[in-house]
């Protein structure tokens, strides 16, 4: 793993941070606290002398209570890096267990998939329903549900595993997937869709083809672009499984492979997905992408809630 992508992991520099943190807050407990409160024992003990022989040699000692209190707190009190540790630990230990087990914010980088999701949304991704998984590792260890056709899921992208992807399910393994003229086929079922008006992109200001897509028991909205061809055939890459499919310039088909996913953006001519770099591994998966809760540079209170 390089310097950059140990940098660009956020989970694992999490991680070392709960586990220098926790050594230092355990070490303190353990070990540290008891010598400071041995050193203050005997400097108490010393103090306690030396002001029983100012006493009887007839020397007055004003203000002993607080002088000893004092000396006592100076010498229990933890160092900085101890006391910050202490105080952060618990809270690192928290953060790192919520965005690992159960839910971890992403914000989204690209237009891939306008119209469900915008550049900028601040989403909610739910980290088990898949199944949970040991953190930076990503393995599985709990097997719970499988991905379905419609769901909105984070991976690692195949090519770059410290990069993040969101796509939309279109296969799930064993799924015969056909994509010509634009439109999809599962298993020999045409998938439905409902002309809806033209949708407005804010980035190019240029109009594109809206429409509703059924996709199993999802009903979602997707953007074309009828000047763009179904598939760039120059673009697509050598991929494991490659042999599954077959392109041409009205599109392509798919049988996806055991324990893999087919997966494409919403906005389908201006999405590099499943057709251009091939199948996701089940053990890419990072979770189900389940809401938005802001985004700072296009806010709409309309736009947040669940992600369908």
Same mark, same amino acid.
């Given at each position: 793993m390089t310097l950059q992508a140990i940098l660009g992991n956020f989970a694992l520099i999490l991680f070392v941070l709960m586990v220098v943190t926790g050594i230092i807050w355990v070490l303190d407990v353990a070990v540290l606290a008891k010598q400071r409160r041995a050193a203050a024992d005997r400097a108490l003990a010393e103090y306690d002398e030396r002001m029983a022989r100012s006493a009887a040699n007839g020397i007055r000692m004003d203000e002993q209570g607080n002088a000893r209190s004092r000396l006592e707190a100076d010498i229990l009190r933890q160092p900085t890096w101890i006391e910050y540790s202490g105080s952060f630990f618990p809270v690192i230990a @928290?953060?790192?267990?919520? =965005?690992?087990?159960?839910?971890?914010?992403?914000?989204?980088p690209s237009s891939s998939m306008v119209p469900t999701l915008l550049v900028g949304d601040l989403i909610l991704v739910n980290k088990y329903t898949y199944g949970i998984r040991l953190p930076i590792l990503n393995k599985k260890v709990v097997q719970l549900n499988d991905p379905q056709r419609g769901d909105v899921m984070v991976f690692k992208y195949p090519k770059d595993m410290s990069q993040d992807?969101?796509? =939309?399910?279109? !296969?799930?393994? !064993?799924?015969?997937?056909?994509?010509?003229?634009? =439109?999809?086929?599962?298993? !020999?079922q045409e998938? &439905?869709?409902?002309?809806?008006? %033209?949708?407005?992109?804010? &980035?190019?200001?240029?109009?594109?083809k809206q429409f509703t897509e059924q996709l199993g028991n999802v009903q979602h909205r997707i953007l074309n672009?009828?000047?763009?061809?179904?598939?760039? @055939?120059?673009?697509?890459?050598?991929?494991? &499984?490659?042999?599954?499919?077959?392109?041409?310039?009205?599109g392509f088909s798919c049988?996806?492979?055991?324990?893999?996913?087919?997966?494409?953006?919403?906005?389908? %001519?201006?999405?590099? %997905?499943?057709?251009?770099?091939?199948?996701?591994?089940?053990?890419?998966?990072? &979770?189900?992408? $389940? $809401?938005?809760?802001?985004?700072?540079?296009?806010?709409?209170? %309309?736009?947040?809630? !669940?992600?369908?």
């Open positions: @928290l953060v790192f267990f919520l =965005r690992s087990f159960l839910w971890e914010p992403f914000k989204i992807y969101i796509k =939309r399910v279109i !296969g799930v393994p !064993g799924d015969k997937i056909v994509y010509q003229n634009k =439109r999809l086929t599962v298993n !020999g998938v &439905g869709y409902t002309p809806m008006e %033209d949708y407005l992109e804010e &980035g190019t200001l240029t109009y594109q672009n009828e000047k763009a061809p179904a598939v760039i @055939l120059g673009q697509v890459e050598d991929f494991p &499984g490659r042999e599954a499919c077959s392109y041409n310039y009205e049988v996806v492979p055991e324990g893999n996913y087919f997966m494409m953006g919403d906005n389908r %001519d201006n999405s590099a %997905d499943s057709r251009i770099w091939g199948f996701v591994p089940d053990r890419n998966i990072v &979770g189900k992408a $389940f $809401f938005v809760w802001m985004n700072l540079g296009n806010f709409n209170f %309309d736009r947040l809630g !669940g992600i369908r």
